[in-house]
């Protein structure tokens, strides 16, 4: 047979074939169409998170506010040292008191 410089094209479908056959089988899972409220709802761990961190950041700034009037501009100046030791730890307290009572 003389070739014409045209692709073969049962050699290309045999290649096509053999690739197409060499890739690995893929299962696509199915996928519900939209989100159940169930799944979308925060859980217990996630409000008490959530309650915590809240209180942290109101914390530190009620203690840096009680340290600026009380104290004036010093208060102002170094009152975030005390809000910072402060307010993770009652924020770390409620987090630990919400998830125990959680149950």
């Known amino acids: 047979m003389v070739s014409d410089g045209a692709p073969n094209q049962e050699n290309d479908d045999t290649e096509e074939r053999e690739r197409r056959d060499a ?3 893929i299962r696509a899972k199915s996928i519900a169409p939209h989100a159940q409220a169930d799944d979308m709802a925060i859980s217990k761990d996630g409000q008490n998170a959530l ?3 809240t209180v942290v ?3 530190f700034l009620g203690i840096w506010a009680y340290c600026t009037i009380h ?3 010093l208060g102002f100046c170094l009152g975030w040292i005390p809000a910072a ?3 993770p730890l009652i924020g770390g307290a409620i987090f ?3 998830s125990a ?3």
Do not use: Q
Request: aromatic fraction near 10%; avoid cysteine; proline fraction near 5%.
């Open 23 to 25: 890739r690995p089988k």
């Open 51 to 53: 309650l915590a961190a």
């Open 57 to 59: 950041v109101v914390m």
């Open 71 to 73: 104290y004036g501009f």
């Open 85 to 87: 030791v402060l307010a």
């Open 96 to 98: 630990l008191i919400g």
């Open 101 to 103: 009572t959680a149950v």
